[in-house]
């Protein structure tokens, strides 16, 4: 990861904060992107924008009991209740101003851990429903999904040459997105 961000700053001059740069490339649902940073990543590893993202739009709100509540704003659900998601953006407000202490720290990831789960759980209801699916045969997809890109990424790590050959691929695909885009 810390590669990836000094490779950012080399390529673009871009200041990548490592907390953000991490929200972007994990495994969890990312509810308000920096598209500055996602736009610099796709710059440095070579890729079309759209490769960072994978955008799923589902109509119909889904209650986490599984009920479609067509009457919801999917725009407008909030993970937390009211007063927990009060909190989790008080903390987050707070870290930006100063280091948060243990105890601050450990409600901030707690809450962060909920609102996530939350997420997630909500999404996996939207493609089940989407789909026609089981919720049960999304989770399974999604787990060989990461099972499968955490072998990749522990296989580049481990090959020098092959991450190489994977960096120089990506710079190709992003010379000719690039050239595609000024015609």
């Known amino acids: 990861m810390e590669d990836l961000r000094h490779r950012i700053v080399a390529d673009t001059?871009?200041?990548?904060?490592a907390r953000a740069l991490t929200s972007l490339v994990g495994d969890k649902r990312v509810m308000r992107p920096d598209i500055e940073i996602a736009g610099a990543t796709a710059a440095t590893l070579g890729v079309p924008f759209d490769d960072i993202f994978d955008v799923r739009v589902v109509p119909d709100a889904v209650e986490a009991n599984g009920h479609v509540d067509n009457g919801t704003d999917a725009g407008e659900w909030d993970p937390l209740d009211p007063?927990?998601?009060r909190c989790l953006d008080d903390l987050r407000a707070l870290r930006d101003e100063r280091d948060l202490d243990d105890e601050e720290s450990a409600e901030l990831h707690a809450l962060l851990d909920a609102s996530n789960r939350a997420v997630i759980e909500r999404g996996i209801q939207e493609i089940a429903q989407a789909q026609g699916i089981p919720a049960d045969r999304v989770r399974a997809e999604i787990m060989?999904?990461?099972?499968r890109s955490s072998a990749l990424w522990a296989a580049l790590k481990a090959d020098p040459a092959r991450m190489a050959e994977a960096v120089r691929e990506a710079k190709v695909r992003r010379r000719k997105a690039l050239a595609a885009n000024s015609h």
């Open 83 to 85: 007063e927990r998601s």
């Open 144 to 147: 060989v999904d990461v099972e």
């Open 13 to 17: 001059g871009l200041e990548v904060n």
